[in-house]
Nanobody, 117 residues
Framework: QLQLVESGGGLVQPGGSLTLSCAAS????????IGWFRQAPGKEREAVSC????????NYADSVKGRFTISRDNAKNTVYLQMNSLKPEDTAVYYC??????????WGKGTLVTVSS
């Protein structure tokens, strides 16, 4: 079964940190660019960060720049999102997306991040 599974979400206080993981099963991520997206209650899904298949290129939304870091370990078939200095407005369900150069893409089911005191 081809799937992406996010993990690492949870409840954290403002200013805290979390690391999200996106693991692939049934296929290898080597040839896929990976994006992290999030959707807060009542809002549209938005792009947070992305990383190229080689890991040599990354991009971040302005709202998370300097606080979040995306990385990948192709040997572990996993992509990470390190989130520091979390704010209440970072509260959302976080999804990862794997996009192949040929246009095939996969979505995970998401992991909930709640930033609250």
């Amino acid at each position: 079964q081809l799937q992406l599974v996010e993990s690492g979400g949870g409840l954290v206080q403002p200013g805290g940190s979390l690391t999200l993981s996106c693991a692939a099963s049934g296929f290898t991520l080597d040839d896929y660019g990976i994006g992290w997206f999030r959707q807060a209650p009542g809002k549209e899904r938005e792009a947070v960060s992305c990383i190229s298949s080689s890991g040599g290129s990354t991009n971040y939304a302005d709202s998370v720049k300097g606080r979040f870091t995306i990385s990948r370990d192709n040997a572990k078939n996993t992509v990470y999102l390190q989130m520091n200095s979390l704010k209440p407005e970072d509260t959302a369900v976080y999804y990862c997306n794997a996009l192949h150069i040929g246009g095939i893409d996969y979505w995970g089911k998401g992991t909930l991040v709640t930033v609250s005191s």
